[in-house]
């Protein structure tokens, strides 16, 4: 897992340890060290860690005048141990949202394992968001990784689902992507284009 790198095409763009306004504003990275793992496995140290022991993330772009952020997801999210939404709310949600962002779009390729618990934060999340005309969506998400999320009832605070799996968003540009799930979240269409 420690060559499985963020998505890096997008640093043109966006850079969040450069943005002052971001949760990981002057983060320095370590080529050579390795300081996070996935249980017995090293991460590439270009991730980002928010307090989740198994859990890690990288704002790959956040737009402050269109509201929304882009973040791409790697490890295990586990609430029933760990608590890792009240971990990613507190310490990277809630800032984003004091900073104004609104819409979240999650990739959940390497998203490997969801254990679920108490739904609070979710809700109190999606009450947040929908105040201010905001919404989560996860992206790819890995079939056995769906089902556990809709077991855990997570398909009422955050779109998911079919038409949100197998879409092909690197190649593209980040205002591209949110533009295009943003239409999927408006019903406007029903599929990402491929």
Do not use: C
């Not at 002052?20 to 590439?44: A, C, M, V, W």
């Not at 997570?154 to 079919?162: Q, R």
């Amino acid at each position: 897992m420690h060559d499985i790198e963020p998505h890096f095409s997008w640093r043109d763009y966006y850079t969040a340890s450069e943005d002052p306004r971001s949760p990981f504003f002057s983060q320095e990275y370590s080529e050579i060290d390795f300081p996070h793992k996935f249980y017995n496995f090293l991460l590439h140290p270009q991730w980002d860690e928010f307090g989740a022991s198994t859990l890690y993330l990288k704002v790959l772009y956040a737009d402050y005048d269109q509201g929304y952020a882009l973040i791409e997801l790697i490890g295990e999210w586990n609430d029933t141990l760990h608590n890792d939404i009240m971990l990613l709310k507190r310490n990277v949600l809630e800032p984003m949202m004091d900073e104004g962002i609104k819409k979240f779009v999650f990739f959940a390729e390497n998203l490997l394992n969801f254990h679920g618990g108490d739904d609070d934060y979710y809700f109190e999340w999606s009450e947040e968001m929908q105040e201010e005309g905001g919404w989560a969506v996860m992206l790819n998400t890995r079939k056995h990784v769906e089902e556990e999320m809709f077991d855990a009832r997570l398909d009422h605070y955050l779109h998911m689902g079919e038409q949100y799996n197998d879409i092909i968003w690197r190649p593209h540009k980040p205002d591209v992507v949110f533009q295009l799930v943003q239409a999927l979240v408006d019903g406007r269409i029903k599929r990402l284009a491929e």
